[in-house]
T-cell receptor, first 115, second 112 residues
Framework: NAGVTQTPKFRVLKTGQSMTLLCAQD?????MYWYRQDPGMGLRLIHY???????AKGEVPDGYNVSRLKKQNFLLGLESAAPSQTSVYFC??????????????FGPGTRLTVL | DAKTTQPTSMDCAEGRAANLPCNHS???????VYWYRQIHSQGPQYIIH???NNETNEMASLIITEDRKSSTLILPHATLRDTAVYYC?????????????FGKGTLLTVNP
C-alpha cells in the first residue's frame, strides 16, 4: 500500500495564480483532511471530508476550496494565491475520528511558496 | 481539545530510554491521549494512543496515570532516527470532532 500520497511535492506560484493540490489514499478511509503548517507552529486544519461527496470547513478555510468526488481523492484548491498561503500542506486520512479511538495517516507534504 | 502541556525540548543519549511527559489535567473521562511525532520536513507519524490502561506497541509505551491527568511516552531504546518533535494530543470527545490540535510539542534530540 502506498498509504497517503500528495502531488506535487513542491510548487512556486505568483500572487493571483491558481493551483490544485491532490491527495490520494489507498486505505479505503472515509475521512480525509487538509492541514497547513507554518514555521514554528503546529498543524492547523483547513478543510475536511467525512465521506465521498462531502466537505466541511476547518479552522482556517478562507482562500481555499476542496472537493471529494472520489472516496480515495481529496483536492485542495487555491483560486487566487496570496503570499500568506506560503506554507507546507499536509493531507491525512482515517477510518474513523480521533475522538473515537482511531489514528490519522499523513502524507509527505506539499511545500508551496507564493511570491 | 483538552489542553496539553509538554516541555519544549529534551535530550537523550542513544540507546537509552527516552521518557517524554505530558500534562492534560482537564481531560474528560472518555477522551483518548494520542502521541504523534514529526521528523524534520516529514508528515506527522502516529505513535500510540490510550484511554485508561497503559499501552505498548512496536514503537513505544504509553503510561497514563491513574487519575489520567498526565502521561509519559517511553521510547525504550532511542536511536538517532528518533530525533523529532513529539506531540501529545487529547482530542475533544462528543459531537463530531474531527480535529487533531497540534501544539508546539517536545523537540527530542537523541545524541550519539
Amino acid at each position: 500500500n502506498a498509504g497517503v500520497t500528495q502531488t506535487p511535492k513542491f510548487r512556486v506560484l505568483k500572487t493571483g495564480q491558481s493551483m490544485t493540490l491532490l491527495c490520494a489514499q489507498d486505505m479505503n478511509h472515509e475521512y480525509m483532511y487538509w492541514y497547513r503548517q507554518d514555521p514554528g507552529m503546529g498543524l492547523r486544519l483547513i478543510h475536511y471530508s467525512v465521506g465521498e461527496g462531502t466537505t466541511a470547513k476547518g479552522e482556517v478555510p478562507d482562500g481555499y476550496n476542496v472537493s471529494r468526488l472520489k472516496k480515495q481523492n481529496f483536492l485542495l484548491g487555491l483560486e487566487s494565491a496570496a503570499p500568506s498561503q506560503t506554507s507546507v500542506y499536509f493531507c491525512a486520512s482515517s477510518y474513523s475520528i480521533p475522538a473515537k479511538d482511531d489514528e490519522q495517516f499523513f502524507g509527505p507534504g506539499t511545500r508551496l511558496t507564493v511570491l | 481539545d483538552a489542553k496539553t502541556t509538554q516541555p519544549t525540548s529534551m535530550d537523550c543519549a542513544e540507546g537509552r530510554a527516552a521518557n517524554l511527559p505530558c500534562n492534560h489535567s482537564t481531560i474528560s473521562g472518555n477522551e483518548y491521549v494520542y502521541w504523534y511525532r514529526q521528523i524534520h520536513s516529514q508528515g506527522p507519524q502516529y505513535i500510540i494512543h490510550g484511554l485508561k490502561n497503559n499501552e505498548t506497541n512496536e514503537m513505544a509505551s504509553l503510561i497514563i496515570t491513574e487519575d489520567r491527568k498526565s502521561s509519559t511516552l517511553i521510547l525504550p531504546h532511542a536511536t538517532l532516527r528518533d530525533t523529532a518533535v513529539y506531540y501529545c494530543i487529547v482530542p475533544t470527545s462528543g459531537g463530531s470532532n474531527y480535529k487533531l490540535t497540534f501544539g508546539k510539542g517536545t523537540l527530542l534530540t537523541v545524541n550519539p
